[in-house]
């Protein structure tokens, strides 16, 4: 009978990074046991944007953890590049955040303001810098907020790189596995039950994105409330290379790849655990790209794909022990963050799993924080969240 020392349950960002993570501190036998394909779900469908300054309007512990975890991914790339040969495209160009009208400059002045106020790099840009910085940029810009320090990576290499980390390091992946339920004994969870096996364990984590709800420990269900937020996306490939940087505006964004692909996103649905693409998606990602870029305008969509961003209490991510078992963690709704946020997620759960250190950022999104918020703030927020845009 075969056991890990860590069993993650997962094969995302999250549960790929995690994985290296603990091999790198030493742990020996890690498995991944993956319900569909490694890295095909929320992580793949991603636009890779690391932009914890042009994705926040609030300067709170969210903001501080995304920060943290966008400082650290010049040697995340640095590290998995000599690991595995795979370059994840980190390109530090930064990113623009435009403005179009009058509402959309409340917005971003109101932002400009907190954050110099909190010592953000940010450059408030009038419409001639920001079109000397982008010329594909639409003439109807107002203004814009221009952050060196946004940056983005190409999710899908990301997810090769950590992939080829774990074959390359003895990591077990098994999958077309699903896990049913954690099972238990003596006060804690000794093993995880798919429907034909049972994998046995010294430690478990959940990093099961969207569908972490589903999973029980015996009977019960986790005491995490995660629930899927579709996003769309679609991609051009124009003759030629448009633009340098990342760039916003309130109803959408673009992010030009350095194969010269223009990405395109992206949608903010509540439609269930249905990752279809849909006509009327295509056409309001179409008009938030050419609002930005008239030239994209007639270019054919070569890519139009969907992923469910695992959405939590508040969209806050849920990092920490499950109570009641100190043997069993979960990392899981970093909903529009996941990529930006895989490399602290990884450095704080295997702190807790291998090194026993805690971090207050396990206290401020710990389940227990949690578990007493009801589902229903989730069905509060979500309805303004239908079908609104990015920004
Ligand atoms: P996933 O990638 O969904 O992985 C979870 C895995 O767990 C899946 O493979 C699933 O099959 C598996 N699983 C679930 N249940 C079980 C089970 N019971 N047994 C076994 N396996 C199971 N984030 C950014 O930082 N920057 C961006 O620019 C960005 N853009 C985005 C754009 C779109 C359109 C979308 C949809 C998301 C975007 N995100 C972005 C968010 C980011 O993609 C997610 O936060 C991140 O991928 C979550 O990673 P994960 O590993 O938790 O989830
Ligand atoms: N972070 C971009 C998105 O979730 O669409």
Redesign the pocket.
């Known amino acids: 009978m075969a056991i890990s020392d860590v069993l993650i349950?997962?094969?995302?960002?999250?549960?790929l990074s995690i994985a290296r993570e603990l091999h790198r501190k030493g742990v020996s036998q890690i498995t991944i046991?993956?319900?569909?394909?490694?890295?095909?779900?929320?992580?793949?469908?991603?636009?890779?944007?690391?932009?914890p300054n042009a994705e926040n309007d609030t300067h709170d512990d969210f903001y501080d953890l995304c920060s943290a975890s966008c400082s650290m991914y010049p040697e995340f790339a640095a590290e998995l590049l000599d690991e595995t040969g795979v370059d994840i495209e980190l390109e530090r160009s930064g990113t623009l955040y435009l403005s179009f009208n009058e509402e959309d400059s409340s917005v971003l002045n109101r932002r400009y303001l907190w954050q110099r106020e909190a010592g953000v790099a940010v450059e408030h840009l009038s419409a001639e810098e920001t079109l000397e910085l982008e010329s594909f940029v639409s003439p109807d810009v107002r203004e814009s907020l221009f952050y060196p320090d946004d940056w983005?990576v190409e999710?899908r290499k990301l997810l090769t790189a950590l992939w080829r980390y774990a074959k390359l390091n003895g990591i077990e992946i098994r999958e077309q596995?699903?896990?049913?339920s954690l099972i238990t004994g003596n006060g804690k969870v000794i093993g995880a039950k798919t429907s034909g096996e049972t994998f046995f364990t010294g430690s478990t984590v959940l990093?099961?994105?969207?569908?972490?709800s589903?999973?029980k420990i015996d009977d019960v269900p986790v005491p995490v409330n995660v629930k899927p937020i579709?996003?769309?996306?679609i991609s051009f490939h124009p003759p030629q290379q448009m633009f340098s940087k990342v760039v916003f505006s309130p109803r959408g964004y673009i992010?030009p790849r350095m194969d010269g692909r223009v990405l395109s996103?992206?949608t903010v649905e509540d439609t269930g655990f249905d990752r279809s693409t849909t006509e009327d998606g295509a056409r309001q990602l179409v008009m938030a790209a050419t609002e930005i870029a008239p030239s994209l305008a007639g270019l054919d969509i070569v890519e139009h794909w969907?992923?469910?961003?695992?959405f939590g209490v508040g969209g806050l991510p849920v990092l920490g022990e499950m109570p009641g078992y100190a043997n069993a963690f979960v990392?899981?709704a970093?909903?529009?963050?996941?990529?930006?946020?895989a490399p602290v997620t990884a450095k704080l759960i295997c702190e807790k799993i291998v090194d026993e250190v805690s971090s207050k950022y396990l206290d401020i999104f710990g389940v227990e924080s949690k578990a007493s918020s009801k589902f229903s703030v989730l069905f509060v927020l979500v309805p303004f969240l239908f079908f609104s845009f990015s920004g």
């Open positions: 349950v997962g094969g995302g960002v999250i549960g046991l993956e319900r569909v394909s490694i890295g095909r779900e929320a992580s793949y469908a991603a636009a890779g944007m690391l932009a983005q999710n596995t699903e896990v049913r990093a099961t994105g969207a569908w972490t589903f999973i579709r996003g769309q996306m992010v996103g992206a969907a992923g469910l961003r695992p990392a899981t970093h909903f529009r963050n996941g990529i930006l946020l």
